[in-house]
């Protein structure tokens, strides 16, 4: 027991050897990832088992994807309000709480007894997804500067990316082997143990201060809303989700048709241009150092445009490989922008990110509406000329507010 404890030690030891100007260690880099890949475990996994649910419960396709939607909803809803209160009473604390409180709502999801138990415990988890998400990237910003900051936050991009592929993967496999139900089980254990991992290796705060005042943190909040390099960075995250929500949820239907006529399986399988993510963001990491957010985010929205343009082509390799163009321009663009936030943002960093999550889920709740509309007009067509115009407003908020002026660095 003794050596065990001393091992738990030596790795919160390592982990907390890193200081502002240092290069992060290997442990905190992973523990990041982990953080990441957690929140982000949970959030779209149960897309994997739709059809299963269906048949459960005899329910409708309205009534799985209120299941898909209502943990985004909680996301979105809570994420300003965590952002408040990490300011109020600090960072680790409510990244270790939250991850340990999402296990929770994991495996009652197992004893649900209708589509609407079920639909109520994905809200629950939504709730503690802010926690983690919103929370870290106010840690990262404060605990470490320059090249570290940037650093940090592309392994917690390639965590996010990583956790909504195994989110939908696992589960998948898992249901075939034990059944959904006791594969629940299985996803809140992993969360359990992701939980104590974090709450052993990440270092504590140095540099946070409280902020419980209210008022005060409704002046921050009001001069979030009038700091035009706070709300471009929201506005751009709504762009984001709407395109990779759009995207990859209509292309399903669009290769379901003739004459790909592809089976279930197979359209699951496309999701695994995922994990290109979590190899290119780290490396997104050194084009921001070198450009700067502004540039790096008009390079990769272009680059995104390219990808959903290639999608119009007949091969079906073709459009794999626009849809992998695609979304590592959405992941590129992600990770600069969360970078942005913690770079630029010196008070409320928390409420910042709060906000910025806010409009990333309500973008990609627009964006699974609005593309379904364009959908049902004109097929595939017109949704990519609906993305395409999305993705052309946020080139217009990449170069008109995230630049700065003159008198500053562009950043």
């Known amino acids: 027991m003794s050596s065990k404890i001393a091992s738990s ?7 907390s ?8 260690s290997f442990i905190l880099k992973l523990t990041i990832a982990l953080i990441g890949m957690f929140a982000f475990l949970q959030v779209y996994s149960i897309q994997s088992i739709l059809p299963v649910l269906m048949h459960s419960f005899s329910a409708t396709e309205v009534q799985v994807g209120m299941g898909v939607g209502a943990t985004v909803m ?65 840690y990262v910003g404060e605990e470490f500067k320059g090249r570290a900051v940037t650093e940090l936050m592309s392994y917690y991009v390639s965590g996010t990316v990583f956790g909504g592929f195994m989110g939908r993967f696992i589960l998948g496999h ?35 201060e409280a902020n419980p005042n209210f008022r005060s943190a409704l002046q921050t909040l009001a001069g979030h809303l009038t700091n035009r390099y706070v709300i471009s960075a929201c506005l751009l995250g709504a762009c984001v989700l709407f395109s990779l ?20 399986g197979q359209l699951a399988n496309i999701f695994a241009v995922y994990l290109i993510g979590v190899i290119i963001t780290p490396l997104s990491s050194r084009i921001v150092r070198r450009f700067g957010s502004a540039r790096t985010v008009i390079a990769a929205v272009i680059m995104s445009m390219l990808g959903v343009l290639l999608t119009l082509s007949a091969p079906l390799w073709l459009i794999i490989v626009g849809l992998s163009v695609m979304s590592s321009g959405v992941f590129i663009t992600q990770s600069a922008t969360i970078s942005y936030i913690a770079v630029n943002v010196a008070k409320g960093r928390s409420l910042a990110s709060g906000l910025y999550y806010m409009s990333y889920y309500a973008g990609g709740t627009l964006g699974a509406w609005a593309c379904g509309l364009a ?17 052309v407003v946020a080139l217009l908020i990449a170069s008109l507010g995230m630049v700065k002026t003159s008198l500053n660095k562009a950043t």
């Open 17 to 24: 050897q890193n200081t502002p100007s240092e290069s992060p």
């Open 375 to 391: 959908y049902a007009r004109g097929q595939w067509l017109w949704t990519v000329w609906l993305l395409l115009a999305i993705q």
């Open 245 to 264: 929500v759009g995207c990859f949820t209509f292309i399903n239907l669009h290769l379901a048709e003739s004459p790909y006529t592809l089976s279930t």
């Open 74 to 138: 909680a996301i979105a809803i809570m994420s300003p309000f965590l952002g408040m209160l990490s300011d109020a009473i600090g960072r680790k604390l409510l990244i270790t709480g939250a991850l340990f409180f999402l296990a929770v709502p994991t495996a009652l999801i197992a004893l649900s007894s209708s589509m609407e138990w079920l639909t109520f415990w994905r809200f629950m988890q939504g709730l503690s997804v802010p926690g983690i998400t919103v929370v870290t990237i106010a």
């Open 174 to 208: 898992l249901h075939e082997w034990m059944g959904w139900r006791n594969a629940y089980y299985v996803m809140a254990g992993l969360t359990l143990a992701g939980a104590i991992w974090v709450t052993r290796t990440l270092p504590a705060s140095q540099h946070f």
């Open 9 to 15: 030690s030596n790795i919160s030891a390592n982990a």
